[in-house]
């Protein structure tokens, strides 16, 4: 069955960085687009970034653009959210998605963002 498991979370101070894994299994990786979520607590799931099975990206969230960059690696059927300058509001636990929407989610990692 479909199983995609987060990890690289933690605990990082604002204007620090952290990278985002997510290990795919149970279907065919390198044919579905992928995606990244986010929830903070208390508030609703936030699209954060997708990447077609062509490397086409997009990043609906403006608060993440030009910190954060989604990539894949298909051989490792791996994608990975790369976030930089990480500010307070980026706290939240993070979702990869088996479609361009953050559907069929993992268990997310949580993501800290504190002095």
């Known amino acids: 069955q479909v199983r995609l498991v987060e990890s690289g979370g933690g605990l990082v101070q604002p204007g620090g960085s952290l990278r985002l894994s997510c290990v795919a299994s149970?279907?065919?990786?390198?044919?579905?687009?992928m995606s990244w979520v986010r929830q903070a607590p208390g508030k609703g799931l936030e699209w954060v970034a997708a990447?077609?099975?062509?490397?086409?990206?997009?990043y609906p969230l403006a608060s993440v653009k030009g910190r954060f960059v989604i990539s894949r690696d298909n051989d490792k059927n791996t994608v990975y959210l790369q976030m930089d300058r990480l500010q307070p509001d980026d706290t939240a636990t993070y979702y990869c998605?088996?479609?361009?929407?953050?559907?069929?989610r993992g268990q997310g990692t949580q993501v800290t963002v504190s002095s």
């Open positions: 998605g088996q479609d361009r929407y953050g559907h069929n």
């Open positions: 149970g279907f065919d990786f390198e044919r579905y687009a």
């Open positions: 990447i077609d099975p062509t490397d086409e990206v997009i």
